[in-house]
């Protein structure tokens, strides 16, 4: 990868265009935009099971939090990224001043401000309507998504690098999409799965994240269990960056 000295202003241009480019695509932005806030009611019937309005509320929010991560972040940026490669935009972007981290940075920095803003309406006009408490710990919860929203981010371009088209994209999305779903504890709960199960799920790529996130809902959590998804999520974030500079394709796939 090239490394000019990273320039805020030229991150933030990036942004702007990449917004501007996100705005015209109708059907990225209904996904970035609807799909979240939809994937909420759903999360609440199949966690219908908790008991209390309370906890129902707080497990939804939870789950509901995570989605929007999923889809805003890495279901869109999979397609972003590899839109813009095959339309050559990466490649033409990459021979002037910006660095490769800019570039990837400020395709990214859209949806993470679009995800961020999606979780503070969730926070606070979703814990009223289902009952739930405020983020006990919300300085937790907005470093957990900022750690997500890296973490994705990185996942998505490395997704877009064995991703042929657009159209593909919802493919390549799947495995890690169903995985953080079933077993990072979105829909089920992961202290409800079989000890086994469970220890082999907190090791998941966004298990940390989520972890963390339930720690910013819910508060009381140990200092050696936020220890622990804190460190799994650094780990992941490393090994995905490591990837990205391995795999990432700036060419065109043929």
């Known amino acids: 990868m090239n490394t000019p000295t990273p320039n ?9 265009s990449e917004l501007t480019l996100l705005v015209r695509n109708r059907a990225a932005l209904s ?7 939809l994937t909420v009611f759903v999360l609440r019937s199949t966690l219908d099971g908790q008991e209390g309005a309370a906890a129902l509320g707080e497990a939804t929010l939870t789950g509901g939090t995570g989605m929007v991560l ?22 033409r972007l ?9 570039i990837l940075a400020g395709t990214a920095l859209p949806a993470g401000v679009l995800a961020a803003c999606q979780i503070t309406v969730l926070a606070v ?3 009223a309507a289902l009952g739930a408490p405020m983020p006990r710990n919300p300085a937790l919860l907005a470093l957990a998504v900022l750690a997500g929203t890296v973490l994705l981010a990185g996942a998505a371009a490395l997704t877009a690098s064995f991703t042929r088209t657009v159209e593909s994209a919802g493919l390549t999305t799947l495995p890690l999409f169903l995985l953080t779903v079933l077993g990072s504890g979105l829909s089920v709960p992961v202290d409800s799965l079989p000890d086994t199960v469970a220890s082999v799920c ?12 339930r720690a910013g809902w819910s508060g009381g959590v140990e200092a050696g269990e936020l220890l622990g998804a ?15 500079q391995r795999w990432f394709r700036w060419e065109p796939r043929r």
């Open 70 to 91: 999923l889809l805003v972040v890495y279901v869109n940026l999979v397609s972003a990224y590899t839109a813009r490669r095959e339309e050559l935009v990466l490649k």
């Open 125 to 127: 006009a979703g814990a």
């Open 230 to 244: 804190a460190l799994t999520t650094l780990a992941w974030i490393m090994i995905t960056v490591f990837a990205v």
């Open 94 to 102: 990459r021979t002037g001043e910006a660095a490769d981290l800019e």
């Open 31 to 37: 996904v970035a935009l609807l799909m979240p806030l």
């Open 202 to 213: 907190e090791l998941l790529p966004v298990s940390g994240v989520m972890a963390l996130v």
């Open 8 to 16: 805020p202003g030229r991150l933030a241009a990036l942004g702007r």
